[in-house]
Nanobody, 120 residues
Framework: QVQLEESGGGLVQSGGSLRLSCAAS????????MGWYRQAPGKQRELVAR???????SYADSVKGRFTISRDNATNTMYLQMNSLKPEDTAVYYC??????????????WGKGTLVTVSS
């Protein structure tokens, strides 16, 4: 099993910054890609950014140039640096980890989420 725990959410003014963290524990050696998703009230969950164990990152168009995803494989921690925040970034942010091997208990794992609120 893999456990994911997010932290770092909160209330920030428009134009401000926040840094989210996701700590992974358990069978982390099986994790390949990790990512941040978000879900705003009344909307579907959407991918924000994704990062492999090594290689290129990818971002949703709406956050390109403002958000930076990073990952420390030594500590099994993933980060999302969010700058120039906008009210439309308000959402619950979820940490995701992919486990594509037949020995994985599940193909994906999710954290419980952390709320980010951006005031105008």
């Amino acid at each position: 099993q893999v456990q994911l725990e997010e932290s770092g959410g909160g209330l920030v003014q428009s134009g401000g910054s926040l840094r989210l963290s996701c700590a992974a524990s358990g069978s982390t050696f099986r994790i390949t890609h990790m990512g941040w998703y978000r879900q705003a009230p009344g909307k579907q969950r959407e991918l924000v950014a994704r990062i492999p164990k090594g290689g290129s990152t990818s971002y949703a168009d709406s956050v390109k140039g403002r958000f930076t995803i990073s990952r420390d494989n030594a500590t099994n921690t993933m980060y999302l640096q969010m700058n120039s925040l906008k009210p439309e970034d308000t959402a619950v942010y979820y940490c995701n980890a992919e486990c594509p091997f037949s020995t994985c208990e599940a193909p994906q794992y999710w954290g419980k989420g952390t709320l980010v609120t951006v005031s105008s």
